[in-house]
């Protein structure tokens, strides 16, 4: 990114490359829409370009560029509503056929299904705590950077929205 900083713009192919799967991954799960999701790594990235001047180089990239993508989603945030698309269960069981393993797959995209529902139930702080911890897989001490809170409030946040998606997949599973 200091290169890219400096002028050297080739190089910002390089860090697509690397992170907008990593990136898409994160907004996916934070707005629930493939389309937009795709639309906000580039607005991501088009914002790493417009803000390069504001790269200090001390910490990562990534914690930078996910403070970036915090943005893009509270930006957008306020003007879409969040929506979760998923099948029904009767359009899954008609597009698989019938068997022991037809019947695995259907139960696992219920269980997806309602995963997803409980996810999009709580809140988004919660949600955003849950997707960079679990489905990003990012240390605690990064998410500390990303969020400007210490790393006890990090453990203490993800303790939380686990219980309280716990909670929650529990009441829609019943």
């Given at each position: 990114m200091m290169k890219v900083k400096n002028g050297d713009l080739d190089r910002l192919g390089l860090l697509f490359e690397r992170?907008?799967?990593q990136l898409f991954g994160f907004l996916f799960h934070m707005t629930g829409q493939r389309e937009l999701s795709e639309d906000?790594?580039?607005n991501v990235f088009y914002r790493i370009l417009k803000y390069k001047h504001t790269f200090r180089g001390d910490g990562e990239f990534?914690?930078?560029m996910y403070h970036m993508a915090r943005n893009?989603?509270?930006?957008?945030g306020r003007s879409i509503k969040r929506t979760i698309r998923h099948q029904e269960l009767t359009e899954m069981s008609e597009n698989i056929g019938g068997g022991?393993?037809?019947?695995?797959?259907?139960?696992k995209?219920?269980?997806?299904?309602?995963?997803?529902?409980?996810?999009?139930?709580?809140s988004e702080e919660s949600r955003?705590?849950?997707v960079l911890s679990k489905f990003q897989e990012l240390k605690y001490n990064e998410i500390a950077q990303i969020l400007d809170i210490t790393e006890g409030?990090?453990?203490?946040?993800?303790?939380r929205a686990v219980s309280q998606l716990k909670t929650s997949y529990l009441q829609i599973a019943n």
């Open positions: 992170y907008n799967r906000l790594v580039q990534k914690t930078w893009v989603v509270n930006d957008n022991f393993a037809a019947d695995e797959t259907v139960q995209k219920q269980e997806l299904a309602t995963l997803r529902n409980a996810m999009a139930n709580l955003e705590i849950l409030a990090v453990k203490v946040r993800v303790h």
